[in-house]
């Protein structure tokens, strides 16, 4: 019989590897929840009532902000907590509940397809809830993951993320054309409000905290992380972020994530729009693929864990520009089943590889002294970046033809590619090494 002392310890991540994975990987599914709204199902749904080109790259470029201003929030979660909570919880806390109401004011909305203004600051908002939450978990998970945990999590996390985002474009797509926005914002809620559940019942340290008004303090360790003031954070952050391997990572991910702006706001229209697909039908296409994707990352955890990100991301960002490429030169197979479901498979497996890899390389980077605002600064640049490239693409998009669209795809995964091949990382941590060292 387990006693219920044990219970209670088992819902300490410093206390359970499972645990640890477990939460994580469930904290990832609620940050991918809103993702299958608003980047799926949504833009799919929207072309489908007939909005616009401009429209539907609007509503994808401002509804994706938050994730670029991910960097405001770092620094806040570093210098602000409620420590004998947790250094993070709290936040996530805060995070879940804000995102959770904000669901439930998008089903309150009154015909959405004739008011494109008030869905896409709706959708900021989610986002913005959103990407907060992402923060507090990413600062968590790099406190308490050890190293040699982190591949296998990231997997995991990353499986979470799409299963998350794959089961909500299913589900709200379904119910966007069976029940409007109001199904689709309960289908969203009922998930959100779960998982906020479980942010509650997880503390992340012995002894903490399960509410502001139970009994619990907080640990020495947590004591000694946690900034005490501004300068600090600041003068540490500059000194590890203009190190020449940390300007090619923000380079880098310019690159890729623009032609992830690209896809996802031009491969919506062209399935409704151009090919005919019906937008629940195109979010169960993601939907599927997106989970079997999302199985197949599991496997590169431990891949990652024994020969490094760096050469799995080189030779994932060659093969995504290559099937970019080979998709734009071959128009002509556009109207074969086979081949459309070739570019859905290959863009959604290697985007997995691609997405898993770099998540394990930035945490592998951070400075622990600045980690959480540092790590937060490298994924607000990225989320920003696929802001970017969506704005470009409803910019360039009536001088381009399709074909063209996914050459610039390819291309950028290339270039992304090639600058993460003058990376040198040995010499990286050595410059770390030297700023611990006070050098």
Not at 400 to 427: H, P, T
Request: with cysteine; glycine share 10%; charged share 10%.
């Amino acid at each position: 019989m387990v006693s219920p002392k044990t219970l209670v310890v088992s819902f300490y991540l410093s206390e359970s590897r499972l645990l640890r994975i477990g939460s994580f990987t469930l904290f990832y599914v609620a940050q991918g929840l809103p993702i299958g709204l608003i980047s799926i199902a949504l833009p799919a749904w929207l072309a489908e009532q007939a909005a616009s080109i401009s429209d539907i790259a609007y509503f994808v470029a401002i509804s994706g902000l938050p994730w670029g201003f991910k960097l405001l929030a770092g620094p806040l979660m570093d210098r602000f907590s409620y420590l004998p909570m947790g250094r993070r919880r709290p936040w996530i806390i805060a995070a879940q509940g804000g995102l959770l109401l904000s669901v439930c004011l998008l089903g309150l909305i009154p015909d959405p397809g004739n008011n494109i203004v008030l869905l896409t600051w709706i959708a900021f908002l989610i986002n913005s809830f959103a990407a907060v939450q992402d923060v507090a978990v990413d600062g968590m998970a790099i406190d308490v993951l050890s190293e040699e945990e982190r591949g296998k999590a990231n997997a995991f996390m990353g499986f979470g993320q799409v299963a998350g985002f794959s089961g909500s474009a299913a589900a709200c797509g379904y119910a966007l054309v069976n029940f409007g926005i109001a199904g689709a914002a309960a289908f969203l809620a009922i998930g959100v409000a779960f998982i906020f559940s479980w942010g509650v019942l997880v503390r992340e340290r012995l002894g903490e905290r399960l509410l502001p008004w139970t009994s619990g303090q907080f640990t020495d360790s947590v004591r000694t992380q946690h900034n005490s003031d501004w300068g600090s954070i600041v003068v540490n952050l500059l000194k590890v972020l203009v190190l020449p391997a940390s300007l090619l990572l923000v380079l880098m991910a310019l690159f890729w994530r623009i032609q992830a702006g690209f896809w996802m706001a031009a491969v919506p229209l062209i399935a409704v729009s151009e090919l005919g697909y019906a937008s629940d039908v195109y979010a169960n296409y993601n939907a599927v693929v997106g989970f079997l994707a999302a199985l197949f990352g599991l496997t590169f955890g431990p891949l990652i864990d024994r020969t490094g990100s760096r050469n799995l991301l080189l030779i994932a960002l060659v093969l995504m520009g290559a099937v970019h490429i080979c998709v734009g030169t071959l128009t002509g197979l556009w109207t074969h089943g086979w081949f459309q479901l070739f570019v859905l498979v290959a863009d959604a497996f290697i985007g997995q590889v691609i997405f898993i890899c770099f998540i394990a390389m930035h945490m592998n980077v951070c400075w622990a002294k600045v980690a959480a605002t540092q790590f937060a600064i490298y994924m607000a640049w990225s989320n920003l970046s696929r802001s970017i490239g969506a704005g470009v693409y409803g910019e360039l998009q009536p001088l381009l033809n399709y074909g063209q669209e996914f050459m610039i795809m390819g291309f950028s995964s290339l270039a992304a590619a090639a600058v993460l091949f003058l990376i040198n990382f040995d010499k990286y941590r050595l410059q770390v090494q030297l700023l611990k060292d006070g050098n």
